[in-house]
């Protein structure tokens, strides 16, 4: 039972409605009333938190993440993917263990969850270890066991994994399994014809890089006649709920078949800047009616994990790349950022109004960024940043206010994080 | 006399040279020592600080800017150029008044200070106020007049004017004054003819907006016969220091040219994205021997003055747009935006190094993104931002420090700036 008065509250409604001087209040982890503080009803909060004008907004929801991979933020920069992969980030990944893998998974959840975020959509191994990250956070997961196929045998072990932790985390708390098979470049087909049965008699979804290079792309149309997101639709895939991470090279009937099987991009327009991929055509995804979505992608390829950030990425590089300013406008921009991705992966957050998920970030607006303040959704999607974020709230509980996180000791993570690098920098 | 010890010294020569446990000594405004801190001399400091690890490095020089137009962030965004200049920008730029732009120059000095900015290179009109503010802050700035010719003796009027702001204020302080030609599409040939004169008798440089968007550079080519940079050296722009904001739209001849004058390119990515202009070519233009420089444009089109936001645009857009990831790496990127703006206007900075002058950012290592710290130039460059910036000296002034100014109290500054702004809502 907590209310926050004297918010100003983007609301990210149908109609992007801003109610400044607002009350929100927060009862057995849902809002049960978002609005006019004078037309707030009776309520017996626990707590009562003065926004003095502060903007609450809903929180972030990162589509596509690999949250061990803090662990390797400025390992490896400014090298060619063949090389950064195989000299880099392959050795090191090699030399992660359960406990490595855990620490680097709660550095992430601090980063997450004190820049706004308040779910994470994410493929990796170790993933008993993320849960575990996840589970004490707080925030909300949707955790998938990439599923590769180097060898005869090892696609089908490492399946049966994730059927294991389908039902160990499944439903569990804030946590929701998907399968993933890796790409279509590092699974073959039979293994994908696997998955997607499993995931149809499991009835969960399927995470996927797709089209992330022009490489991966058109060597998959020349070997098997067909794009990936085609083949995709021919192994089963989308049919079940379908999450494509990058979708850099889709084409026309790519991004048809997407939105006619009602598959979610999940966009990491900073990754595919910095890994030298490309721009994703996202204008005009969205105008063959896509869902489109935003993620960060992990910390070595990005090399931040701010959904801030990528709203700007996204909503920038559309109108440079189009020359028309006035695609993705700001409320628009966030909407990818939180309602889309909330609604992709079925939490029921995203907009601020009775009913929903008390799933909120409040925006410090003390900065001189936020004055003048003629539009604040503006001011917060392209003038905002982490940094401005002071509190966020998951299902009702708060699990990072003013530099401080309910669920970690920050100072004893990095400690951690700096002891397992170590073993790192002797590659 | 201040020395800072303890530090993580990212020094931005020749080397890339980074030292850890360094001590800096600062003295009579510029540095006495930097390096080892068990190599540092006897020194008498009236203050010491200590760093704990935190990172020092050289303030950023933001090469393109319009301050007073910190008054019209979040005004108008997602507009079509023309719209957004003839019913917005143009209409509200009518009602300010020397106190308004006064006080949207602070309110832009303070964001440019606590995001570690050390000088500026200015281009609007209300010169006396944006000078007042400047030299309240402690910021160096070279301002300029910004000339059109849209009738008969206008320009000539602004030219004159701009001649008594150089002798009022060229030198005085850390101010330099430039001369400023709006655009090829705003001046006549002749005035641009006799702004070059005029700076060649001043002995100064020249600020301009340059192939800005597709549009302007097209039509300059099939009206004059030649592009704008082309038509610049024709006029004698080139034979004095001059300074070419966007250049979007240049070709190889101009560059070529520009390398050949040693003129400067004040690249604004953020701006050129948002307005729709599009994506200049830096890698090419370097490879080119060109001269690159950053900068933010104004909070109207950006929204925010941030350099760390500039760098990764800048970089990772090179990047993404070449197609290799090994093009402006950190180190370059971090250079574009310090050392290579600060040689351009003559500034005895950009560099960590004795008797350079005491133009540095202290940067907060403490927050998650900072560990682990495989390499502390990638750090600053691609996971920092604004917010790590705990304090910003200008020769040897700590003008910003801890959320504190040491030139105006922000809570006032917005004030004055949220009362000017209820006149700009009404239009």
Redo the contacts between chains.
């Keep these: 039972m907590v209310e926050i008065r004297h918010a100003t509250l983007i609301t990210n409604n149908d109609r992007d409605e801003v109610i400044r001087d607002a009350t929100i209040q927060v009862k057995d982890g849902k809002i049960a009333y978002a609005g006019q503080g004078k037309a707030a009803p009776e309520f017996a909060p626990e707590r009562v938190i003065d926004a003095h004008g502060n903007i609450i907004m809903p929180g972030f929801v990162n589509m596509h993440t690999h949250v061990p991979m803090?662990?390797f933020?400025?390992?490896a920069?400014?090298?060619?993917?063949m090389t950064?992969l195989n000299t880099r980030i392959f050795p090191a990944e090699d030399k992660l263990t359960e406990e490595s893998a855990y620490w680097a998974s709660m550095?992430a959840m601090?980063?997450l969850s004190?820049a706004g975020v308040i779910a994470f959509n994410e493929m990796y191994f170790f993933v008993d270890s993320i849960a575990r990250a996840a589970q004490q956070s707080g925030l909300r997961g949707v955790l998938s066991r990439a599923v590769v196929t180097p060898a005869p045998g090892v696609g089908e072990r490492m399946l049966e994994e994730s059927k294991e932790l389908f039902e160990k985390y499944n439903g569990k708390g804030r946590l929701k399994v998907f399968l993933s098979p890796h790409a279509q470049y590092t699974v073959n087909n039979g293994m994908l014809e696997q998955i997607a049965e499993a995931a149809k008699t499991l009835g969960t979804g399927v995470h996927m890089h797709v089209s992330e290079t022009?490489g991966e792309h058109e060597t998959c149309l020349k070997e098997q006649g067909m794009t990936p997101i085609e083949l995709c639709q021919k192994v089963g895939l989308l049919d079940v709920p379908f999450y494509a991470a990058h979708c850099v090279w889709i084409g026309e009937h790519d991004m048809e078949l997407m939105a006619e099987y009602n598959a979610t991009v999940l966009s990491c327009p900073?990754s595919?800047?910095?890994?030298?991929?490309?721009?994703a055509p996202l204008t005009e995804m969205m105008q063959k009616g896509v869902r489109v979505t935003l993620g960060t992608d992990g910390?070595a390829s990005?090399?931040?994990l701010s959904m801030w950030?990528e709203m700007?990425?996204a909503?920038?590089?559309q109108?440079?790349?189009?020359?028309?300013?006035?695609t993705?406008?700001?409320a628009q921009t966030l909407k990818l950022a939180t309602r889309y991705g909330a609604e992709a992966l079925g939490l029921n957050s995203g907009v601020v109004e009775a009913g929903k998920n008390a799933d909120l970030v409040m925006v410090n607006t003390?900065g001189?960024?936020y004055?003048?303040?003629?539009?604040?959704i503006?001011?917060a999607v392209?003038?905002g940043?982490?940094?401005d974020v002071c509190m966020t709230m998951v299902g009702g509980d708060i699990i990072y206010e003013d530099g401080k996180f309910a669920f970690a000791d920050?100072d004893e993570?990095?400690m951690k994080?700096?002891e397992?690098?170590e073993s790192?920098?002797k590659i």
């Design positions: 803090n662990l933020r400025s390992y920069d400014d090298l060619d993917l950064w550095a601090c980063e004190a022009r900073k595919n800047l910095k890994l030298a991929s490309g721009i910390a990005n090399n931040k950030e700007t990425y909503s920038f590089l109108k440079g790349t189009t020359y028309d300013p006035k993705m406008p700001a003390n001189v960024r004055t003048p303040d003629y539009d604040e503006s001011l392209y003038a940043s982490d940094a920050l993570v990095k994080l700096a397992y690098a790192m920098k």
